[in-house]
Structures are given as C-alpha cells and as structure tokens.
Antibody, heavy 115, light 112 residues
Framework: EVQLVESGGGLVQPGGSLRLSCAAS????????MSWVRRAPGKGLEWVAN????????YYVDSVKGRFTISRDNAKNSLYLQMNSLRAEDTAVYYC????????WGQGTLVTVSS | DIVMTQTPLSLSVTPGQPASISCKSS???????????LFWYLQKPGQSPQLLIY???SRFSGVPDRFSGSGSGTDFTLKISRVEAEDVGVYYC?????????FGQGTKVEIK
C-alpha cells in the first residue's frame, strides 16, 4: 500500500524558514517523479513543484521560485521542500504526491505564516 | 500559464441522479507523445485530494465505475452516472502537459 507521510509544518513568522519532509513507503520511490501541491485556506489546489527520479530536473511555480527548493533522498525514501523567505500567502496545507502529475497523495501538513 | 476553467462551480444533486462537470483549458492538452494529460481529482471534506481520472478517461485504482471522463483538445467532462452520498466534496481538473501544472477553480458537489 502506498503511504506518504508529511511532517515539518507549523507556525512561522514572515521571512522565516521551514523544511517539510515526506516519508514514502509501499512503492519504488526512486522510480517516480514526486510533487508538492498546496491548498491555501478558502482557496483551491495549487501545484508547487516537482522533481525527477534522480533529482536532475526540478520545476517550480513562479510564486515560489528562488525561495523554495525541492529535493529528495532516494536512500531514505524521502522528499523534501525547503521553504525560505516565507510570506503570509504561503499559508496552506502542503501535500506531497507521487508522480510528476500527482497520483497518490499524503495527508498534508499545515504551514501557517503569521506574526 | 494554462488557464483551466470549470463549470459549474457548485452543484446540488439528488442521490441516484447523474452529475456532470465541464473543464476547459486555454490550450490543447494533447502532448507530442499522443496522450492527453487531463486529470480529475476529488477532495472530500477533511481528507486529502484523491486522483479519480487520468489521461482524460482512465479510472485510477479503486475508483468506482460510476465515474467517467471524456473529451479532447481543450474541452473535457467528468460524469457521475448515479451520485452517492460519499461523492460530496470539491472536484478539480488539472492539466499535466505544461509547466506550471494548473488546476481548475474547483466544483463543490453537495447532496440535496
């Protein structure tokens, strides 16, 4: 059974940083692109970033370019999202998902950016 | 960015009746590999999103056959043949051809 468990969310002040993690199990992690998607309160889904199997290709939505970095550790079956220079508009539930186009999704982790 | 436009934005359906959601993209979603990368997701209340349909019309693992997808190019439709109470939530279409990936605004389905 595919399992994706996100962690690392929390309350952070504007301008601060957080690192989200996603622990994957139940599938061959190193064989799949992986994605991050978010849902802000009262808003719809927004794709954030994805990463190729070996980490050689990474793509981001414009609003996070230069501030967020997606990465992975295939030896640890883990996906990461380093978020710097956080803004109020980054407040959202962040989901990791299998595939360059999301297939299986985790339960999400809440990031709140507020002073 | 590719704009995905869903209609209607909300839908109230009697159990056992059909429902249909339209999704239009601002550019063709036909990829050079011959596939059309249009996806449908459902986010039930209090849950994470789940994939229902991939590549326009293929049902994802475990998705009931009352869900079906159709369309081509820029016009797509998700149909529920007989709505059940467990189908409530927000439905999203998403294009998987261009970067950044973009979702429709979402269609909220409720039961009458």
């Amino acid at each position: 059974e595919v399992q994706l468990v996100e962690s690392g969310g929390g309350l952070v002040q504007p301008g601060g940083s957080l690192r989200l993690s996603c622990a994957a199990s139940g599938f061959s992690f190193s064989s799949y692109w992986m994605s991050w998607v978010r849902r802000a309160p009262g808003k719809g889904l927004e794709w954030v970033a994805n990463i190729k199997q070996d980490g050689s290709e990474k793509y981001y939505v414009d609003s996070v370019k230069g501030r967020f970095t997606i990465s992975r550790d295939n030896a640890k079956n883990s996906l990461y999202l380093q978020m710097n220079s956080l803004r109020a508009e980054d407040t959202a539930v962040y989901y990791c998902a299998t595939g360059g186009n999301p297939g299986y999704w985790g339960q999400g982790t809440l990031v709140t950016v507020s002073s | 960015d590719i704009v995905m436009t869903q209609t209607p934005l909300s839908l109230s359906v009697t159990p056992g009746q059909p429902a249909s959601i339209s999704c239009k993209s601002s550019q063709s979603l036909l990829h050079s590999d011959g596939k059309t990368y249009l996806f449908w997701y459902l986010q039930k209340p209090g849950q994470s999103p789940q994939l229902l349909i991939y590549e326009v019309s293929s049902r994802f693992s475990g998705v009931p056959d009352r869900f079906s997808g159709s369309g081509s190019g820029t016009d797509f439709t998700l149909k529920i043949s007989r709505v059940e109470a467990e189908d409530v939530g927000v439905y999203y279409c998403m294009q998987g051809v261009y970067l950044p990936r973009t979702f429709g605004q979402g269609t909220k389905v409720e039961i009458k």
